[in-house]
């Protein structure tokens, strides 16, 4: 029998069992594999962290310190490195104090980047140092900082990249902007490196507003240049009066001229390289209807250099040589081959400079800008050597062009921009003019006269033409103080009569809304009043002027009302200066006078402007510039109308002030008018005027100003008139009484013996009376008689009339009267002229016994005992 296969296969031996594994598994290791682990216990540490590590230290946004920002400013990756700049900016931001501290060494390590090959890098550097660094910096050792920063930036103006020299010039403006003084030790260096860049422009300077940027910060140096800065710093100024443009004094100079004429060899290398940039650029104005922005920017800025470097060489050459001449002369050596060739063959012959397209708008006035730049560094090249007749011809048509207004519409006239663009040639007129007789001079003169008139008050192109015209008065006068037949010393006084003419106006249109601009009118003004004073043929011209400067002080209209002009409201310096042109008028006519003694009489004007007034009238008169009669009649309005108890004034002043002001007035005026001369002459003018004003019976203090005057020109014995005597004695009795009752005090101190008349502040308004009384005993007579006619008059009214008031006036009137005799009796030098008339002192005593006796009706207990105790004294000074 056969096997069956299940239990053949059932009996058939096995040699190994075969394991079946799933993919991704990790086979387990050999049976005789090595166990090769290590166990052990775990250490476990003191905690530690940054942030521990770096409490008490400041730290940016990102938790990173100073010293960690400065060194990754060196990493590798540029984004780390901006960064890094990023946070330190922050970091001093935030806390100020990280920068004082270590200014020095951030910035130290940072002059690292400046030629740092990314843009991005060096542009946040830049902002660092703008913003943060150079600002915080500025009390500090600007030098030390300066030294770290000036041979990393130079060493950038020498890198291969482009882009990285452009940048340097960026930090060396920045430098400068901050702290101008570090240009000085090294101008030299400077234009050396502005020199080759600009020489190589035209291999990768292709992007205008990288060029636009070099030229800009060449700017900024030449203006640092001692004798351009002067000039600068006045133009970047506001509207502040002063002289707009002027010739720069070396005396001014901030920095020693001997320390820069060694650069003037790198500036003269500089022309020739600008001029032919310029000419590059100048396809740019005859290709199409628009000048471009940034080409049109370098253009005005090569101009602006090329200006700046002709102005320098006069300043580093010997002074002997400064004067021009037609062969050249000695200032030949100033201006060497290149650079005649430079500007006289490839810069004037482009002026002026047009466009074959109609230009209109901004780009017409980008044109007028460029031909003005021309222009005026023409004429600044004139000033040193005389230029080729017909090119001279061209640039002076150019200017009357330019003063009728022939390169700008109506509406543009006016404007601040159309003003500028004047203002830069105006300067060269006087200089043109200076240099004698010429066809041209008659055409400027007349286009320079219309540009004064149509030019507005108070505008900058305003303050040109005045200070143009104070150049030109040295010169106009040596002209015409030569007495020539020459035709054109008729058309030079025709136009300074003009001009002369305009002032007075245009201090008027001025008011007090332009004060610079009336001072410097003022100052014009004063001096022409001193030239006037050297040249006969200006002084009708000066003389005139006063009949159109009376409304500046004040003027009278209907009804006597009184307008005040400019003058009040003006500041004090120039309202001194008005004062002192006064002094010029060779006559000072009554119309001018009444105007200025009505400014005096305002409450407002301050006291020393009033007696600056007075001594300048004073002075005027003294040289024969015033009438007499018009003088005293000024001084004798000022006494008389001045005012001394108004509610109260705009500047503040009370009657007390005010009544202070008056007295030192009229020490003033009466210690000029003791000087006048002949007192007796004096003393007849002015005698009938001041009696009648006093018995119009001003305020007590004007009238005691009116005898100061008169007791100043009298004598003794007295020269007034029998009829004066006995008018001024029946006045001077009121008037003394009245004295007495406005200071009741004193008057009891005077009863009570406590006080003497040298120490009261009745003896300012007594004392003339009692001078007058020692210098005519017939005066002390007639006030007697009238004072015991006024306790008659005083006791009859009494009688007929049973009215309080009248009792309490009588019994005023009888205290008054017994204590202006008792003042006198206590004044020494009238003891022994009243003891003359004692009748006189018994006539009055009896009178006020009658009166005590009638029994007056209405009287009280009080008026009773006043007029007992009145009687009393009165028995005194008649024992």
Same mark, same amino acid.
């Given at each position: 029998?056969?096997?069956?296969?299940?239990?053949?296969?059932?009996?058939?031996?096995?040699?190994?069992?075969?394991?079946?594994?799933k993919?991704?598994?990790?086979?387990?290791?050999?049976?005789?594999?090595?166990?090769?682990?290590?166990?052990?216990?775990?250490?476990?540490?003191?905690?530690?962290?940054?942030?521990a590590?770096?409490?008490?230290?400041?730290?940016?946004?990102?938790?990173l310190?100073?010293?960690?920002?400065?060194?990754?400013?060196?990493?590798?990756?540029?984004?780390?490195?901006r960064?890094?700049?990023?946070?330190?900016?922050?970091?001093?931001?935030?806390?100020?104090?990280?920068?004082?501290?270590?200014k020095?060494?951030?910035?130290?390590?940072?002059?690292?980047?400046?030629?740092?090959?990314?843009?991005?890098?060096?542009?946040?550097?830049?902002?660092?140092?703008?913003?943060?660094?150079?600002?915080?910096?500025?009390?500090?050792?600007?030098?030390?900082?300066?030294?770290?920063l000036m041979?990393?930036?130079?060493?950038?103006?020498?890198?291969?990249?482009?882009?990285?020299?452009?940048?340097?010039?960026?930090?060396l403006?920045?430098?400068?902007?901050?702290?101008?003084?570090?240009?000085?030790?090294?101008?030299?260096?400077?234009?050396?490196n502005?020199?080759?860049i600009?020489?190589?422009?035209?291999y990768?300077?292709?992007?205008?507003?990288?060029?636009k940027?070099v030229?800009?910060?060449?700017?900024?140096?030449l203006?640092?240049?001692?004798?351009?800065?002067?000039?600068?710093?006045?133009?970047?100024?506001?509207?502040?009066?002063?002289?707009?443009?002027?010739?720069?004094?070396?005396?001014?100079?901030?920095?020693?001229?001997?320390?820069?004429?060694?650069?003037?060899?790198?500036?003269?290398?500089?022309?020739?390289?600008l001029?032919?940039s310029?000419?590059?650029?100048?396809?740019?104005?005859?290709?199409?209807?628009?000048i471009?922005?940034?080409?049109?920017?370098?253009?005005?800025?090569m101009?602006?250099?090329?200006?700046?470097?002709?102005?320098s060489?006069?300043?580093?050459?010997?002074?002997?040589?400064?004067?021009?001449?037609?062969?050249?002369?000695?200032?030949?050596?100033?201006?060497?081959?290149?650079?005649s060739?430079?500007?006289?063959?490839?810069?004037?012959?482009?002026?002026?400079?047009?466009?074959?397209?109609?230009?209109?708008?901004?780009?017409?006035?980008?044109?007028?800008d460029?031909?003005?730049?021309?222009?005026?560094?023409?004429?600044?090249?004139?000033?040193?050597?005389?230029?080729?007749?017909?090119l001279?011809?061209?640039?002076?048509?150019?200017?009357?062009?330019?003063?009728?207004?022939?390169?700008?519409?109506a509406?543009?006239?006016?404007?601040?921009?159309?003003?500028?663009?004047?203002?830069?040639?105006?300067?060269?007129?006087?200089?043109?003019?200076?240099?004698?007789?010429?066809?041209?001079?008659?055409?400027?003169?007349?286009?320079?006269?219309?540009?004064?008139?149509?030019?507005?008050?108070?505008?900058?192109?305003?303050?040109?033409?005045?200070?143009?015209i104070?150049?030109?008065?040295?010169p106009?006068?040596?002209?015409?103080?030569?007495?020539?037949?020459?035709?054109?010393?008729?058309?030079?006084?025709?136009?300074?009569?003009?001009?002369?003419?305009?002032?007075?106006?245009?201090?008027?249109?001025?008011?007090?809304?332009?004060?610079?601009?009336?001072?410097?009118?003022?100052?014009l003004?004063?001096?022409?009043?001193?030239?006037?004073?050297?040249?006969?043929?200006?002084?009708?011209?000066?003389?005139?002027?006063?009949?159109?400067?009376?409304?500046?002080?004040?003027?009278?209209?209907?009804?006597?009302?009184?307008?005040?002009?400019?003058?009040l409201?003006?500041?004090?310096?120039?309202?001194?200066?008005?004062?002192c042109?006064?002094?010029?008028?060779?006559h000072?006519d009554?119309?001018?006078?009444?105007?200025?003694?009505?400014?005096?009489?305002?409450?407002?004007?301050?006291?020393?402007?009033?007696?600056?007034?007075?001594?300048?009238?004073h002075?005027?008169?003294?040289?024969?510039?015033?009438?007499?009669?018009?003088?005293?009649?000024?001084f004798?309005?000022?006494?008389?109308?001045?005012?001394?108890?108004?509610?109260?004034s705009s500047?503040?002043?009370?009657?007390?002030?005010?009544?202070?002001?008056?007295?030192?007035?009229?020490?003033?005026?009466?210690?000029?008018?003791?000087?006048m001369?002949?007192?007796?002459?004096?003393?007849?003018?002015?005698?009938?005027?001041?009696?009648?004003?006093?018995?119009?019976?001003?305020?007590?203090?004007?009238?005691?100003?009116?005898?100061?005057?008169?007791?100043?020109?009298?004598?003794?014995?007295?020269?007034?008139?029998?009829?004066?005597?006995i008018?001024?004695?029946?006045?001077?009795?009121?008037?003394?009484?009245?004295?007495?009752?406005?200071?009741?005090?004193?008057?009891?101190?005077? @009863?009570l013996?406590?006080?003497?008349?040298?120490?009261?502040?009745?003896?300012?308004?007594?004392?003339?009376?009692?001078?007058?009384?020692?210098?005519?005993n017939?005066?002390?007579?007639?006030?007697?008689?009238?004072?015991?006619?006024?306790?008659?008059?005083?006791?009859?009214?009494?009688?007929?009339?049973?009215?309080?008031?009248?009792?309490?006036?009588?019994?005023?009137?009888?205290?008054?009267?017994?204590?202006?005799?008792?003042?006198?009796?206590?004044?020494?030098?009238?003891?022994?002229?009243?003891?003359?008339?004692?009748?006189?002192?018994?006539?009055?005593?009896?009178?006020?016994?009658?009166?005590?006796?009638?029994g007056?009706?209405?009287?009280?207990?009080?008026?009773?005992?006043?007029?007992?105790?009145?009687? @009393?004294?009165?028995?005194?000074?008649?024992?």
């Open positions: 029998m056969t096997r069956s296969k299940a239990n053949t296969k059932k009996q058939r031996g096995v040699d190994f069992k075969k394991i079946r594994r993919i991704g598994r990790k086979l387990p290791p050999p049976k005789n594999t090595t166990n090769t682990e290590i166990k052990s216990k775990a250490i476990v540490l003191p905690e530690q962290s940054v942030a590590e770096k409490a008490g230290f400041a730290v940016n946004k990102k938790g310190t100073l010293k960690e920002l400065l060194q990754q400013t060196s990493h590798h990756n540029a984004k780390v490195r960064d890094a700049l990023m946070g330190i900016k922050d970091l001093f931001i935030k806390y100020p104090a990280e920068l004082k501290l270590h020095y060494a951030a910035v130290e390590k940072l002059r690292e980047r400046i030629g740092d090959d990314d843009k991005a890098v060096r542009k946040s550097l830049h902002d660092l140092f703008k913003v943060v660094i150079l600002p915080g910096c500025k009390e500090d050792n600007q030098e030390l900082i300066i030294s770290l041979a990393y930036i130079f060493n950038a103006m020498t890198h291969l990249a482009v882009d990285v020299r452009i940048m340097a010039f960026d930090f403006d920045l430098v400068l902007e901050f702290y101008p003084p570090s240009f000085s030790p090294y101008a030299e260096k400077i234009f050396e502005y020199e080759d600009l020489r190589k422009n035209q990768y300077l292709q992007d205008k507003g990288k060029l940027d030229l800009a910060g060449l700017v900024r140096c203006s640092l240049l001692p004798w351009n800065k002067g000039e600068t710093d006045l133009h970047n100024k506001d509207d502040t009066g002063q002289k707009v443009l002027h010739a720069f004094e070396e005396a001014d100079m901030s920095m020693s001229l001997n320390g820069f004429s060694h650069i003037i060899k790198n500036l003269k290398d500089l022309v020739p390289v001029v032919n310029f000419q590059e650029l100048i396809p740019v104005v005859h290709a199409g209807p628009r471009e922005g940034k080409s049109f920017g370098c253009m005005v800025s101009l602006h250099s090329i200006d700046l470097i002709v102005r060489f006069p300043y580093g050459t010997d002074k002997d040589s400064e004067s021009p001449s037609s062969q050249g002369g000695s200032n030949a050596a100033l201006w060497d081959v290149t650079i060739s430079a500007l006289l063959k490839k810069l004037f012959p482009l002026f002026p400079l047009n466009s074959v397209h109609h230009l209109l708008g901004k780009d017409y006035d980008r044109l007028l460029l031909n003005m730049a021309i222009a005026k560094i023409f004429f600044e090249l004139n000033e040193w050597i005389f230029l080729p007749s017909d001279l011809e061209k640039f002076l048509e150019f200017i009357e062009d330019a003063l009728h207004g022939k390169f700008c519409s509406a543009e006239s006016g404007n601040t921009v159309w003003e500028k663009r004047l203002v830069q040639l105006l300067s060269f007129i006087p200089k043109f003019v200076s240099r004698g007789a010429s066809c041209w001079t008659s055409r400027l003169l007349q286009a320079f006269t219309q540009t004064l008139r149509e030019s507005k008050p108070g505008s900058l192109l305003k303050f040109a033409c005045l200070s143009a104070e150049d030109m008065l040295t106009i006068q040596t002209m015409l103080s030569l007495e020539t037949s020459n035709p054109e010393n008729l058309e030079l006084e025709g136009a300074l009569l003009a001009w002369i003419r305009e002032l007075p106006l245009l201090l008027i249109q001025l008011g007090d809304k332009h004060p610079s601009c009336s001072q410097v009118v003022l100052h003004q004063l001096r022409i009043g001193q030239c006037a004073l050297l040249n006969s043929s200006l002084v009708c011209m000066y003389d005139n002027m006063q009949y159109l400067l009376r409304d500046f002080y004040c003027k009278c209209q209907e009804g006597e009302h009184i307008c005040y002009g400019p003058f409201r003006l500041p004090k310096e120039s309202q001194e200066l008005s004062l042109t006064l002094y010029y008028f060779t000072l009554l119309p001018i006078l009444k105007s200025i003694a009505c400014c005096c009489l305002n409450a407002d004007l301050d006291p020393r402007v009033l007696f600056r007034t007075i001594e300048i009238l002075s005027a008169y003294i040289d024969g510039h015033i009438k007499i009669a018009d003088y005293l009649s000024v004798i309005t000022l006494v008389l109308r001045f005012q001394v108890s108004p509610e109260i500047t503040g002043l009370k009657s007390d002030s005010l009544c202070k002001t008056l007295k030192s007035m009229t020490t003033l005026v009466c210690s000029y008018m003791a000087q001369g002949d007192n007796s002459l004096v003393l007849q003018m002015i005698e009938k005027v001041i009696i009648d004003h006093i018995l119009q019976k001003p305020p007590l203090e004007n009238r005691c100003s009116l005898l100061r005057m008169l007791v100043t020109v009298d004598s003794k014995p007295t020269r007034l008139s029998e009829q004066s005597i008018t001024l004695g029946h006045y001077l009795s009121e008037y003394m009484m009245d004295a007495v009752q406005c200071i009741p005090k004193d008057a009891d101190n005077y @009863e013996g406590t006080l003497s008349i040298q120490s009261s502040t009745l003896c300012y308004y007594l004392l003339p009376c009692f001078l007058l009384f020692d210098r005519c017939k005066l002390m007579k007639v006030v007697l008689e009238t004072m015991g006619l006024a306790i008659t008059e005083r006791s009859l009214s009494l009688i007929s009339d049973n009215c309080t008031q009248n009792t309490r006036n009588c019994v005023i009137r009888v205290n008054a009267v017994t204590s202006v005799l008792v003042l006198m009796h206590k004044e020494a030098k009238l003891q022994k002229i009243i003891s003359l008339f004692k009748e006189d002192i018994v006539n009055i005593t009896q009178k006020v016994l009658s009166l005590q006796s009638t007056m009706i209405g009287t009280t207990i009080e008026e009773r005992h006043k007029i007992q105790s009145a009687f @009393e004294r009165l028995k005194i000074l008649t024992r």
